[in-house]
């Protein structure tokens, strides 16, 4: 019971220190517990970015390099339509694999977590297992498999299905099939999490009050565990728009993403200047998802569920 | 679940672990074929794993991912339990602050992460190398585990260090004696997730690597890209046993302390 | 007492890691030249490993090997990071631009004896004129190939390439500067163009060719032409003369209207840690038997002569690039201020 109390009166006073001890060396341990981690971030993260958008605004010399002269032209780049359509490229196709991701692993999620306890956490780790595969290996696999000589084309050669091999590696399809096979169980994990905790009572109330399944599913099961969908929205959405191996691997480097724009600019144009730009607007562009993301889940983030 | 709604259920899950895992079991497959460039089943073979083991410039990359994974796990486990601590024990103002700090690696895209680390290092004269691949390693890895360590300070008794403390013991002490091993597993786990995580890495890794710290997935990567070989169906091979050993211990592990 | 032990192997792991920090940190600042190692930069698919292995057999250096795609990759890294590398090898327009932007080393060519070996031609070009920072490695071009399998059509010339019936099944190089270069050609202007009007209409050009374009690729293409992923393309020489050993349907066709020639060199990175052992590694490659080897397994020209005697004469026959070829072939130069136009034009093809 006093312990309980204890814990509220924490709660309900957040200035005064939980723990009674001097000011001062709880002080103390306080900077030698917080300020490792702070420095070191600051130091390897937040120094670096700030010197990125520093660098966004400046200019670019004839052979690459940095001139030091103030200017907006690198994100005005982004208005001229070649550079539009790489961004709205970049949207769509991550959008459409977050679409697939969410609208394949919400179901399944959804058996896994209606499926006996027991099997439950064998069934979730069977969708985890691949994941910690290396991701480069899981996107040769796809090459194994679609390439003209590879595995499909010669199984449907063999059964006379198709006459001419099939076009399937070196396409954009190809390049989608490789973002969702990479990032599917970072969908299914949020949804499962959200879909799990789901209270099965209110599922029988609307029942009870003569819902339809598919009303059910509508006005109850979705709004209940829209938190979960959005999260795992975030987590396929933002990862895709930097995954510029899987393009270049299997998209035959013609299609570019954002990624590849901001690579190409740092290892091949040289143009430091606007692959900063455009690292800062993919960094908006997370920001508004996360912001948007925190809108709809209320402000409570469960770190568990980000996971 | 009723009886009718079974079937269709399971049969979608069967298909999705299909999506899942028919393309890595066809890789393992073709590890043991006798064949170079072609997907014909040419008859059983050996051959590639022996050729992986006198491929140094691989064995060279296992050996450097082995070494940035240990260093950067030790590093961020310590750095990122101590801040976890830290954080959930004090009040100060600016709390607010550091608390979107450590959130922030764990939603920036990894690509603006390497290039940011890549024009620093850059700036400031440090050549790529082992040295800046362990640092952006460490970067990225801490978040994770305060996350994981943070999720079980949650559910922590605060009243059993308070206890401790009414005995008598210093902070150092409590700490030493109690949180510690009460975080004993969590401190577990997000070193193994850290480890993971660093093994894994490439795009990152892609911009802050130098001429001798190429990863085992930067390897993989320009073998990749410089044709499809049977070779690095077998080294996936043995990945993935790696990989499903060290998830099947970390279970087991985690059951016995249940 | 279990407790204590995990704090004590944590404190322990902890010293133990400030000393690797402190060991890597004097690593890369200390100017190390007696180190035995070496940090080479080449192009991928360019140099057999066992090459590396006997030099380090012989020398106990250590070769950290690293690869790149495209000129652009390697000059962007050399931007980048300089201290790096101690070695790297640049296409001739772009030791021209190293040059120019001090970011090579002079090459003391008295520590190099077997530079003799290298035919005259290949010495004292516009790029390098006085031979101060450059030595030849190989040489080559850059032509047509087509799987007579796959493909009844005559094809004679780079326009040739336009026919629809090619559609999205030919390979072309990842390289922005010589792809546009033999664009300009194809419309009659110079390859090394820098009026932003031609290059743009050269752009516009390898629109109309991209539908046909299936994969940008420099240095994997023999393995696409040899499993029949694509129907021909514009390829390296020595990538062409690698696909027919595997498949004898492909064919290597000189462009009627452009033949676009290279010639790469070793080059010394500004600020290389162990250029001594640079010097070593280029004189080990300049060995007849040793540039040998390297031509047997990725055969380009070679401008050692003296290796060139030592081939076998099918091999000889494949890097033979004939002589009026050779004549009308044009090496690419550096197009300075234009250079961001290439650029742009590339980025737009590339969408």
């Not at chain 1, 035959?252 to 740092?266: R, S, V």
Request: with cysteine.
């Amino acid at each position: 019971m006093l312990k309980k109390e204890n814990a509220t009166l924490a709660t309900d006073i957040p200035i005064k220190p939980k723990i009674k001890h001097s000011k001062k060396k709880i002080n103390l341990a306080a900077i030698w517990t917080i300020s490792p981690v702070t420095i070191w971030l600051l130091l390897f993260l937040f120094i670096p970015l700030f010197f990125i958008l520093v660098v966004s605004v400046m200019s670019r010399g004839t052979y690459g390099g940095i001139e030091y002269t103030f200017t907006l032209e690198n994100y005005a780049r982004f208005f001229e339509p070649l550079y539009l359509r790489i961004i709205v490229v970049s949207i769509a196709m991550a959008a459409a694999t977050t679409l697939i991701c969410v609208v394949f692993g919400y179901p399944f999620a959804y058996i896994i977590a209606q499926s006996p306890a027991k099997y439950r956490t064998l069934l979730l780790l069977l969708v985890i297992v691949p994941f910690w595969t290396n991701s480069l290996i899981r996107t040769y696999a796809w090459i194994v498999l679609l390439r003209t000589e590879g595995v499909i084309n010669t199984i449907l050669l063999k059964i006379g299905l198709i006459a001419e091999p099939l076009t399937l590696l070196y396409n954009s399809g190809a390049t989608l099939i490789g973002f969702v096979y990479t990032l599917f169980p970072f969908a299914v994990l949020p949804l499962y999490a959200s879909i799990e905790k789901l209270d099965r009572t209110f599922l029988e109330a609307s029942s009870d009050l003569g819902g339809r399944p598919w009303q059910t599913f509508l006005n109850v099961t979705l709004p209940l565990t829209f938190p979960g969908v959005v999260a795992a929205s975030l987590l396929v959405f933002i990862p895709t728009l930097g995954l510029f191996f899987i393009s270049d691997l299997m998209g035959g480097a013609k299609t570019m993403i954002i990624g590849n724009l901001i690579k190409n600019q740092f290892l091949t144009a040289r143009d430091w200047p606007f692959g900063s730009a455009a690292s800062i607007i993919l960094m908006v562009l997370t920001l508004m998802m996360i912001l948007f993301y925190l809108k709809v889940s209320g402000g409570k983030t469960d770190d568990t569920e980000l996971l | 679940m009723s009886r009718l709604t079974r079937l269709p259920s399971v049969a979608y899950a069967v298909f999705i672990y299909s999506f899942l895992y028919v393309p890595i079991a066809i890789l393992v497959a073709y590890s043991f074929n006798d064949s170079k460039l072609n997907a014909v089943w040419k008859g059983f073979t050996f051959a590639w794993y022996a050729k992986l083991w006198t491929n140094t410039s691989i064995l060279e990359a296992a050996k450097i991912s082995l070494t940035v994974g240990f260093f950067s796990t030790v590093i961020s486990t310590m750095l990122g339990t101590l801040v976890a601590v830290g954080m959930y024990r004090y009040r100060f103002r600016g709390k607010g602050m550091i608390d979107a700090m450590l959130y922030v690696p764990l939603v920036m895209s990894e690509i603006v992460m390497g290039i940011a680390l890549l024009a620093f290092f850059s700036m400031i004269k440090v050549p790529l190398g082992m040295g800046t691949l362990l640092i952006a390693h460490i970067t990225f890895s801490i978040p994770f585990v305060v996350v994981v360590i943070n999720a079980r300070l949650k559910g922590f008794d605060q009243s059993i260090e308070e206890a401790s403390k009414d005995l008598g013991a210093n902070e150092w002490q409590t700490f030493r004696l109690i949180t510690f091993p009460l975080l004993g597993p969590a401190i577990a786990a997000s070193a193994m997730l850290a480890f993971t995580i660093s093994i894994d890495d490439v795009i990152v890794s892609f911009f802050v690597a130098g001429p001798d710290s190429t990863t085992l997935p930067l390897q993989i990567f320009s073998m990749v890209r410089h044709g499809v070989t049977p070779e690095i169906n077998a080294l996936s091979t043995l990945m993935l046993i790696v990989t499903l050993t060290f998830v099947v211990f970390a279970q087991k592990l985690q059951t016995r302390k249940r | 007492m279990k407790a204590r032990k995990g704090f004590r192997l944590i404190l322990v792991l902890l010293i133990l890691a400030s000393f690797i920090m402190s060991g890597c940190g004097s690593e890369a600042t200390t100017d190390s030249s007696d180190e035995k190692v070496l940090n080479v930069f080449n192009w991928a698919e360019y140099l057999p490993k066992k090459v590396i292995k006997d030099f380090e057999q012989e020398t106990g250096i250590k070769v950290n090997y690293g690869t790149y795609s495209s000129n652009e990759e390697m000059f962007a890294k050399l931007n980048t990071g300089q201290g790096q590398y101690d070695l790297a090898v640049a296409s001739l327009y772009y030791v021209d631009v190293l040059i120019k932007e001090g970011l090579v080393e002079e090459i003391d060519q008295g520590k190099i004896p077997n530079v003799k070996n290298i035919g005259e031609e290949f010495l004292g070009k516009d790029a390098d004129p006085e031979d101060k920072y450059s030595v030849p490695y190989l040489w080559g071009e850059e032509l047509i190939v087509m799987n007579t399998d796959l493909v009844d059509k005559k094809v004679t010339s780079i326009k040739d390439l336009l026919d629809p019936q090619f559609k999205n099944s030919l390979v072309i190089l990842d390289d922005p500067r010589t792809v546009i270069g033999s664009a300009l050609a194809v419309l009659g202007y110079s390859p090394n163009s820098t009026n932003e009007k031609e290059i743009e209409e050269a752009g516009k050009w390898l629109k109309k060719l991209k539908p046909n374009i299936k994969v940008f690729d420099s240095d994997n293409a023999k393995a696409l032409l040899a499993s029949g992923e694509v129907k021909g393309g514009i390829v390296y020489g020595a990538e062409a003369s690698l696909a027919i050993r595997e498949n004898k349907a492909i064919e290597k066709i000189y462009p009627k209207e452009f033949l676009s020639l290279w010639q790469d060199n070793f080059v010394i990175p500004k600020g290389a840690k162990h250029k001594e052992n640079a010097l070593k590694f280029i004189d080990y490659i300049l060995r007849p038997e040793v540039s040998k080897e390297i031509v047997m397994d990725y055969p380009y020209a070679n401008p050692n002569t003296e290796a060139v005697k030592l081939l076998p004469e099918d091999i000889r026959k494949e890097i033979d690039i004939p002589e009026e070829e050779a004549k009308r072939g044009t090496h690419m130069k550096d197009v300075g201020e234009a250079t961001v136009i290439y650029d742009r034009i590339w980025a737009e093809l590339k969408q």
